[in-house]
């Protein structure tokens, strides 16, 4: 209505500066969520991705990326999303990398027109890692007995209470050699020749924004309120898009709820917690 109301005011009457949304996506990237987890997915991000795109007056959005990477599937379906967005709203997507885009995170980030990161800023990391634990020698001592049945005999691949074997680390790696590739297709896609001929640049490794600048990773270096003033002028606001709510706000869950769902987020959260913190970790934050 705010924006009909503006419309009809004769123009030496209405703002003479420009807003530009911002939508800032923080957190490790998988499926699910809970009061103990802050992670990027889908379904979480889908909603506000929409408000800021239907900001109908501005020329374009800008996207806060500040991600260590996680899960590829629900890195590509948030990439597709802003790419999808981007075209049918006819808006330009400006990228900005906090800590880091790393991973998923930079797969995340070259949905972006331009993708714009602080020097100091990690970027890349173009690979695919899968990390777990082995428990063989544990359960040896602590007097547990396995026992495992299935039907069909690769059900139980990878199992970290059996001992690994050849067969399956082969196909695991066979698993993760398709995914970097797609991984690999979607950066030339978005990169084209912007990217160098750097032999190390989809080898997993990763690198400061200024660097990055060099290898063709990001198209600048710099701040979102200082680089968009610069875009559309110095009176340019922006306006942070957050989750929409219902009129009467979010619906509180039951207390039952409540208690059902704290317990098992509690266990969740242990080990999902540990996890996140090793991706973080490797980048040194």
């Known amino acids: 209505m705010a924006r009909f109301i503006r419309k009809l005011l004769p123009r030496r009457w209405r703002p003479d500066y420009q807003e530009i949304p911002v939508v800032r996506l923080h957190g490790t990237i998988m ?16 909603a506000v991705l929409e408000k800021a795109f ?22 590509r379906l948030i990439y597709r999303r802003i790419r999808d967005l981007a075209t049918e709203k006819n808006k330009k997507v400006y990228m900005f990398v ?3 885009a790393a991973s998923g995170g930079y797969m995340i980030a070259v ?16 690979g695919v890692v899968t990390a777990s634990f082995g428990f063989t020698e544990l359960i040896k001592k602590i007097g547990v007995e396995r026992r495992v049945h ?12 059996r001992p690994e074997n050849k067969e399956d680390i082969e196909h695991l790696k066979a698993l993760q050699l398709e995914i970097h590739e797609t991984f690999i297709d ?20 990763f690198w400061t924004g200024t660097r990055g600048l060099e290898l063709g990773l990001v198209d600048g270096l710099g701040d979102i309120r200082s680089y968009l003033k610069a875009q559309y002028g110095p009176k340019t606001r922006l306006k942070l898009i957050t ?21 098992s987020n509690l266990a969740d959260g242990v080990v999902t917690a540990a996890e996140e913190r090793a991706l973080w970790a490797r980048f040194g934050l």
């Open 111 to 126: 949905a972006g027109d331009e993708i714009i990161a602080d020097p100091s800023s990690i970027v890349g990391s173009i």
């Open 243 to 263: 989750q929409p709510r219902g009129i009467f706000g979010r619906k509180l869950p039951s207390t039952e709820t409540r208690v059902e769902s704290l317990a």
């Open 98 to 100: 906090e800590d880091v």
């Open 150 to 161: 299935t039907a069909g005999r690769n059900k139980a691949t990878l199992d970290p209470f």
């Open 31 to 46: 499926s699910g969520g809970g009061p103990f987890r802050q992670n990027l997915c889908l379904s979480s991000t889908a």
């Open 186 to 205: 979607l950066v030339k896609e978005r990169r084209g020749e912007k990217l160098s001929d750097n032999p190390d640049l989809f080898t997993g490794l």
């Open 54 to 75: 239907d900001e109908k007056d501005a020329p374009a959005v800008a996207i806060s990326i500040n991600s260590p990477g996680g899960s590829p599937v629900q890195s």
